[in-house]
């Protein structure tokens, strides 16, 4: 009688939340098992973009006020490449049930996965971000285009022999004679990839000759269009883009490549650098305009949608807040087009897997 007096003490929405909290586990175990390794995880784990980073524990946040008793999600910031891989390594309790990723998912990453035992994967998008490219408030004032950053960043431009230009003016005589410098993100980063297709490969493509390079070698093609140089002049400053904020304020001719929610938070600080005359702004990005907009995607393992306890919940908060005046664009993340925020929406009810045939 004792105990059945304490259980009505507990609110109902709590109670509830335990209770499943407990059969869940049970289910994670069985999940686990399946993978070859037992245990049970009681808390949301999820890896990848340090992009998506902030916009993820704002959901984290805003999912542990909304759901008393449960545990806060644990967020890792590993760059969308190396979140892929741990993603993608099984399904059971010591996986991560999600990947953060700044970049859509890659066909070999999806073909890894299926190897691997992640069968059902659901891709949602949440949101759009810009590739931003910024400066000093104290710096130049460059204007850039895709085919100046790359003749001024490939390692190899056009497969004409190693880059030797030292200054901006090298590269286009518009430019000041300023030493080449451009603090960016590490081959393990989704902002990495995304400067490599938005950026790099177009301005690779401003030569005929790399297209008909694409036709006869798919893998020189790549080489050489995407491929940075490693003199010195791209400094790979990790997964941290604070640093390289930081970086830009101790060095005013330098350029740092960055997620465009980071540019907004720092704008008593830094200024825009134009790609093709068009300033990164939450009005460009989100438009397409912007010629480094690119959208934020994350990945969720079906397998274990029912085994891990609020992961539903934690979903569906990105859906709460995802539109144009939702608490995570008030964290400086930039809305998708309402088309795309009502299928993403569908996604998130219906949970709906990617099949993959139409991954790169």
């Known amino acids: 009688m004792r105990l059945a007096a304490l259980m009505m003490e507990i609110p109902v929405k709590k109670f509830a939340l335990l209770a499943a909290a407990a059969t869940t586990m049970l289910s994670l175990a069985g ?5 070859g390794a037992g245990g049970t995880r009681d808390q ?32 890792e910031s590993t760059g969308t490449g190396g979140g892929m891989k741990l993603f993608c390594a099984g399904v059971g309790a010591q996986h991560p049930d999600i990947e953060d990723a700044s ?4 066909k070999s ?15 949602i998008q949440i949101g759009v971000d810009g590739l931003a490219f910024a400066e000093s408030k104290k710096g130049p004032g460059l204007k850039l285009t895709p085919q100046i950053v790359y003749e001024a960043l490939a390692a190899n431009p056009y497969g004409k022999g190693p880059n030797k230009t030292q200054t901006w003016k090298d590269v286009d005589p518009s ?7 451009v603090f960016g993100p590490p081959s393990t980063s989704g902002t990495r990839d995304s400067l490599a297709e938005l950026i790099l490969e ?21 080489a050489t269009c995407t491929r940075i140089r490693e003199d010195g002049k791209y400094v790979d400053s990790g997964e941290n883009d604070n640093l390289i904020v930081q970086k830009l304020g101790a060095n005013p001719n330098a350029v740092g490549v960055f ?20 300033q990164a702004t939450y009005e460009t990005v989100s438009t397409g305009q912007y010629p480094g907009a690119r959208p934020l995607y994350i990945y969720v393992k079906k397998a274990h949608m029912q085994a891990v306890p609020g992961l539903q919940a934690y979903i569906n908060t990105f859906a709460a807040n995802w539109g144009p005046d939702g608490a995570l664009t008030k964290r400086g993340m930039v809305a998708s087009p309402e088309e795309q925020r009502k299928a993403s929406a569908e996604t998130v009810r219906s949970l709906a897997v990617l099949d993959g045939s139409e991954l790169k």
């Open 259 to 278: 997620g465009f929610s980071f540019l907004e938070e720092n704008k008593d600080t830094l200024q825009d650098v134009p790609i093709n005359g068009v």
């Open 109 to 123: 990453e999806f073909d890894q996965c299926q190897a691997n035992g992640v069968k059902d994967i659901i891709e």
């Open 31 to 35: 999940c686990g098992d399946q993978s």
């Open 103 to 106: 970049r859509r998912m890659k």
């Open 175 to 181: 430019l000041p004679a300023i030493t080449i410098s």
């Open 44 to 75: 949301i784990r999820a890896v990848g973009s340090s992009t998506v980073y902030p916009f993820a524990t704002a959901a984290a946040e805003l999912f542990v006020h909304s759901n008393p008793g449960m545990k806060s999600p644990i967020i």
């Open 202 to 222: 177009k301005g690779c493509q401003s030569d005929p000759a790399m297209e008909a390079l694409k036709e006869k070698n798919e893998d020189e093609y790549k």
